[in-house]
T-cell receptor, first 112, second 113 residues
């Protein structure tokens, strides 16, 4: 079965610092990969997705992610974090086109 | 632009009671999903539907039922509430499976006491 791991439960960074959130997946074929963000008390919003092609994908709010097949990873990055980026971030993989399998999430705190 | 609407936002149930969580979308999406979110566990799929009249179990379907009589609505039924069903429930929809963006509702926070 498909699975997604996010090794970091909670990350704290200073405002203006760079950010990298890790995601690893287990999948039997070329996956569709996603990053979602959840602000407190809200639903999830899609940041970016990878289907095929260029392995570096750009998303909203200045985020990007890189697909590395050899490492089964899809890490999310941002060069300079803003206080408004504090939220929970979920990596997800598609389940044979039918639904989404989510990782456990990484909570991001931003220090002023 | 309502998107995905979930009602109620909050609910407290007593053990053994039943209730229906409502979910409606106005985007004419074929696929709809119910997830539950527990701390540190991410989102777990309860049920999903690929179109009106078609539903299928996800990872954690026990204690829940769904129906999909229309494209717009996808209610989730809890028949005999148990404390283990205390969670935040999210409904989502996508136009055509996972190759199209999924839109999420605001969630329903359910507490079973």
């Amino acid at each position: 079965a498909q699975s997604v791991t996010q090794p970091d439960i909670h990350i704290t960074v200073s405002e203006g610092a760079s950010l990298e959130l890790r995601c690893n997946y287990s999948y039997g074929a070329t996956p569709y990969l996603f990053w979602y963000v959840q602000s407190p008390g809200q639903g999830l919003q899609l940041l970016l997705k990878y289907f095929s092609g260029d392995t570096l994908v750009q998303g909203i709010k200045g985020f990007e992610a890189e697909f590395k097949r050899s490492q089964s990873s899809f890490n999310l990055r941002k060069p300079s974090v803003h206080w408004s980026d504090a939220a929970e971030y979920f990596c997800a993989v598609d389940n044979y086109g039918q639904n989404f399998v989510f990782g456990p999430g990484t909570r991001l705190s931003v220090l002023p | 632009n309502a998107g995905v609407t979930q009602t109620p936002k909050f609910r407290i149930l007593k053990i053994g009671q039943s209730m229906t969580l409502q979910c409606a979308q106005d985007m004419n999406h074929n696929y709809m999903y119910w997830y539950r979110q527990d701390p540190g566990m991410g989102l777990k799929l309860i049920y999903y539907s690929v179109g009106a009249g078609i539903t299928d179990k996800g990872e954690v379907p026990n204690g829940y039922n769904v129906s999909r009589s229309t494209t717009e609505d996808f209610p989730l039924r809890l028949e005999l509430a148990a404390p283990s069903q205390t969670s935040v429930y999210f409904c989502a929809s996508s136009l055509e499976g996972t190759n199209t963006e999924a839109f999420f509702g605001q969630g329903t926070r359910l507490t079973v006491v």
